[in-house]
């Protein structure tokens, strides 16, 4: 499975912005899909995950926040990110598990950097 994100950018604090990850492969395997995120001298940590039956789970810190979605079709999964704050800053990966919502990740993307600038 082969995992590209894009849409990172550098944006404002309070701006919105939408990153999006395309699989590739045996997604046929996949049963949940997730993004994370590590910020400068930070671990990473997860941000919101997705089952193949729409069940979702989000970081307490952007929940109200941050929309996780997939379009099928598509083979994408996207983050919609709203209210963006400073700390939202960091690298965020797409990441794929053939396991359960909360599995560890088993394929990774390269990562899209964001940046929030006040």
């Known amino acids: 499975v082969q995992l590209r994100e894009s849409g990172g950018a550098v944006v404002q604090a309070g701006e919105s912005l939408r990153l999006s990850c395309a699989a590739s492969g045996s997604i046929f395997s996949v049963n949940a899909m997730a993004w994370y995120r590590q910020a400068p001298g930070a671990q990473r940590e997860l941000v919101a995950s997705?089952?193949?039956?729409?069940?979702?789970n989000y970081a307490e810190s952007v929940k109200g926040r941050f929309t996780i979605s997939r379009n099928s079709a598509k083979n994408t999964v996207y983050l919609q990110m709203n209210e963006l704050k400073l700390e939202d800053t960091a690298v965020y990966y797409c990441?794929?598990?053939?396991?359960?919502?909360?599995?560890?990740?088993?394929?990774w993307g390269q990562g899209t950097p964001v940046t929030v600038s006040s």
């Open positions: 990441a794929a598990s053939r396991g359960s919502l909360r599995s560890p990740a088993d394929y």
């Open positions: 997705m089952s193949s039956v729409g069940d979702t």
